[in-house]
């Protein structure tokens, strides 16, 4: 992989050197991908704190699309800039997942933006002996109830502890959400940095857009406007009338 892929993929790399203490089930589920080209989410709310992840604050969005998908391969096209409109480093750039192997361009990887499609609570999620569907449940994204499966896991270890959280969308294991918060063992006291971000635009699933305050209204807004202006008229219309008798 190369030194920088997108801000997300650095993330999802350094959990993957965190959690390969873990020992997990060995893979039992049916693993494919469950998008189709030309899908994509787009990542908003991005939030940092602590050493490391101040920079989080700076970005704006961060894509990922849909470019080709083979069998258990999907190619994803990453796109983005930050808050000032500059590209994020390794903007249009793309890289190949397999859902199945659990593998980056080719070499054992973390799970990033993608997962297998339909995996149940329990089912480990490739490469093997690293990562476990915590559970499966329905949460509301972008106006919409989406079944989802959450990965939570708490490392501890003599130089820091780490709480990941990633949601994936159920039905094609799209990431929809996730989280970090890391707390280093340091003098003269421990240091606690964390991230975040979620999901502000989609096509995996028919999100309602957020409304737009300017342009629409609710309907009762709407009659007493139209009633306004109807006894503006009526008004204007009779003084018109008396000044003519």
Do not use: H
Not at 48 to 72: D, H, K, L, P, R
Not at 142 to 164: E, H, K, M, P
Not at 193 to 221: D, H, K, L, R
């Amino acid at each position: 992989m190369q030194p920088y892929k997108g801000i997300i993929v650095i993330i999802f790399s350094f959990s993957f050197i965190t959690l390969t203490v873990l020992s997990l089930p060995v893979l039992g589920a049916i693993y494919n991908p469950g998008v189709s080209v030309g899908q994509y989410v787009k990542y908003g709310n991005f939030v940092g704190s602590g050493q490391g992840f101040e920079s989080f604050n700076e970005i704006s969005f961060e894509q990922f699309q849909v470019t080709a998908v083979s069998g258990s391969l999907v190619t994803l096209l990453s796109t983005g800039q930050t808050k000032n409109g500059t590209a994020l480093p390794g903007n249009g750039t793309s890289e190949v997942w397999d859902v199945t192997a659990g593998t980056l361009n080719g070499s054992p990887d973390v799970q990033g933006p993608i997962i297998a499609a339909n995996l149940n609570q329990g089912d480990a999620i490739p490469p093997p002996n690293t990562y476990s569907v915590n559970s499966t449940e329905e949460r509301t994204y972008l106006g919409v109830a989406r079944a989802v499966n959450l990965l939570t896991l708490t490392i501890f270890t003599s130089d820091y502890n780490s709480t990941l959280s990633y949601i994936y969308d159920r039905q094609t294991g799209m990431l929809l959400e996730a989280s970090n918060q890391l707390v280093t063992q340091s003098q003269p006291e421990p240091i606690t940095s964390s991230y975040s971000y979620s999901a502000i635009e989609t096509n995996i699933f028919n999100a309602t857009p957020s409304p737009n305050p300017t342009t629409n209204f609710p309907i009762q807004t709407i009659i007493i406007i139209i009633a306004v202006i109807f006894v503006v008229v009526i008004v204007t219309l009779l003084v018109l009338l008396r000044k003519k008798l």
